[in-house]
């Protein structure tokens, strides 16, 4: 328990100075963020009116305050372009991008595990050398990428699915699911590429253990020896590795959904960005840096489970 | 054949690797002193043909030459990577060095630090640089220093502290040696075989983001060719003139794979103990 009161504190640190980041960034800055967000055509009277809005009239200390006490209670502030507020505004296009990510993320352990398990099987030999390779070249394929080139080929010449086309969750679940099923790829095949080659290490590392003989000399089959000993002792650094993963895998959908034309949260930020609509894009930034240190978190408890003697340390 | 040449699996790597990233290198320098075509005039009389002799990667949607909008392109690229990295790695070697060496609540404040940077997913930290500074190389490198520094910091934090208490690090410090010195000329050679595969994969994976942002338009800006927004307008044309797409694919592809197999070399070398 000790441990998890530990990490849980760690977490809420982080996710304060992450906060902090958040807003330094934006609000640190030389100059006006107003006259910044108008541009030079505006008039002082326009630039007084949006400091007012923004609440730049008040001291940098309690505004951090009251932006990081509203975003506790879901106010994230509003918009300037939608004239809406931020939090409904990410709550619209979160499920999107969320969906991608999990699909992705399922992907790359249902392929990748199989794929490490048969590399690991005979080691130097001619599949684990093939998958050595492949791995490597699929790794440098960038997300984006991998998705114009998936546009070009099975999209417009196989005609397997119409590209740019999207199907809302609120009109049809599997159409939704299916529009989305493309993209995920797009991002998961760079980090099978990679996942695949970590898993083979680490249960090689796992399979020269002393244990493992010994279990096999008193005939168990390979099947059990992989899934009852080897498998659950590797877990530990493929772990590490998926959380990593998980938060590289929301920097490429950022780009991939752009791609395929996709509605997510990518779009609003890229808006934001070029609307100069400050509290949208810090809203934006603060949700998927927060999301990122959940799942450093979730990864590190998930860590404690499989390998308890990590409590200790 | 005489055995004077003795062949190493990491050669393989190492050999390919540097072929790869050589071109790319090589065509962005070239391209400072010729251009098979002019990369900014628009010629209605060209406009999306396809590979031929006079214009072997084909033209764009405004008539352009590809080949040589690649080769200008690949310049953004490059830069980008290699002085983005340059100052991730200055800026993770001065938290690391002082996280390890200090130890305590330094170090936890670091670390601290340092996760949550880690916490901003690729783009995002150098999007918002973008959008506060403004578009152009300043916030693109900014961004991307400050985001890849702390996986260098954790090297060098994790490196100085396993090292620190070694007999030859104590003996050093025991005839006085300063602590600069002790980092540079004791520390920090000890830790190459684990920062070099990193530099050089930091660089590749820098590449990607750049190409990235300036594909999402918040990058490089047009007119001005890179990768990643040649990308970005080969998209509208991918049916009529799938060179626009595939030719600048091909060369990031191909500088980024190239980084990863020297990395990839470098780490087997040092782990078969080679010299």
């Known amino acids: 328990m000790n441990y998890f009161l530990k990490r849980t504190f760690q977490l809420l640190c982080t996710v304060f100075l992450v906060s902090l980041i958040t807003f330094a960034a934006f609000y640190v800055i030389p100059g006006d963020p107003a006259r910044v967000i108008l541009g030079p055509e505006a008039s002082d009277g326009q630039i007084d009116a949006l400091r007012v809005e923004l609440g730049l009239d008040k001291p940098l200390t309690t505004r951090y305050f009251e932006w990081i006490a509203g975003a506790f209670r879901g106010d994230l502030g509003r918009s300037l372009t939608f004239r809406q507020p931020v939090s409904r505004l990410i709550a619209q296009k979160l499920p999107v991008t969320l969906s991608i990510a999990a699909m992705s993320i399922l992907m790359t352990v249902l392929v990748a595990f199989p794929l490490g398990i048969v590399a690991s099987g005979r080691p130097g030999k001619f599949l684990d050398q093939l998958f050595s390779v492949l791995g490597h070249i699929f790794f440098a394929f960038p997300p984006f990428v991998l998705a114009l080139l998936m546009t070009l080929f099975l999209g417009l010449t196989l005609k397997l699915f119409v590209a740019g086309e999207y199907i809302s969750y609120t009109d049809s679940i599997p159409g939704f699911i299916a529009s989305l099923f493309y993209p995920s790829i797009a991002v998961a095949i760079p980090k099978i590429a990679i996942s695949q080659k970590f898993i083979r290490a680490s249960i090689i590392v796992e399979k020269e253990k002393d244990y493992i003989r010994t279990a096999k000399s008193h005939g168990l089959s390979d099947t059990k020896v992989m899934f009852r000993h080897i498998l659950p002792n590797s877990l530990v650094p493929i772990i590490t590795v998926f959380s990593i993963i998980a938060s590289e895998i929301l920097g490429g959908i950022l780009v991939v959904e752009m791609v395929f034309n996709i509605p997510g949260i990518s779009r609003l930020l890229i808006t934001s960005i070029n609307a100069r609509d400050f509290p949208l894009t810090e809203g934006i930034v603060l949700y998927l840096a927060v999301m990122t240190v959940i799942v450093y978190f979730i990864a590190d408890i998930l860590h404690s489970l499989v390998d308890p003697r990590i409590r200790l340390r | ?275």
């Open chain 2, 1 to 275: 054949m005489p055995k004077m040449i003795r062949f190493h699996p990491h050669s393989l790597f190492l050999i390919v690797g540097t072929a790869f990233v050589g071109i790319v290198l090589l065509l962005a320098m070239i391209s400072f002193f010729y251009l098979p075509g002019d990369p900014m005039a628009t010629d209605s009389a060209t406009k999306l043909a396809s590979p031929s002799p006079l214009h072997i990667f084909g033209c764009d949607h405004e008539g352009r030459d590809v080949l040589s909008r690649v080769m200008l392109g690949l310049r953004p690229t490059v830069t980008i990577s290699l002085i983005g990295v340059l100052i991730a790695f200055i800026l993770g070697m001065m938290i690391g060095s002082a996280s390890g060496h200090f130890g305590g609540i330094i170090d936890n404040v670091l670390m601290l630090l340092a996760d949550s940077i880690m916490a901003f997913p690729g783009i995002l930290l150098a999007l918002v640089f973008v959008a506060v500074i403004g578009k152009g190389l300043f916030s693109i490198i900014l961004g991307f220093g400050i985001v890849f520094a702390p996986s260098y910091a954790r090297i060098f934090r994790t490196g100085i502290r396993q090292l620190k208490d070694r007999e030859y690090i104590l003996q050093a410090r025991m005839i006085g040696v300063k602590t600069p010195r002790l980092l540079i000329v004791h520390l920090f050679p000890g830790l190459v075989h684990q920062l070099a595969p990193a530099v050089v994969v930091g660089i590749a994976n820098m590449a990607l983001a750049e190409s990235g942002l300036s594909y999402l338009g918040q990058g490089v800006q047009v007119p001005n060719p890179s990768l990643g927004n040649l990308l970005k307008d080969g998209q509208s044309y991918i049916t009529s003139a799938p060179w626009m797409v595939i030719f600048p694919s091909l060369f990031l592809i191909l500088y980024v794979l190239g980084l990863y197999f020297i990395s990839e070399g470098i780490r087997m070398k040092y782990k078969a103990g080679g010299v």
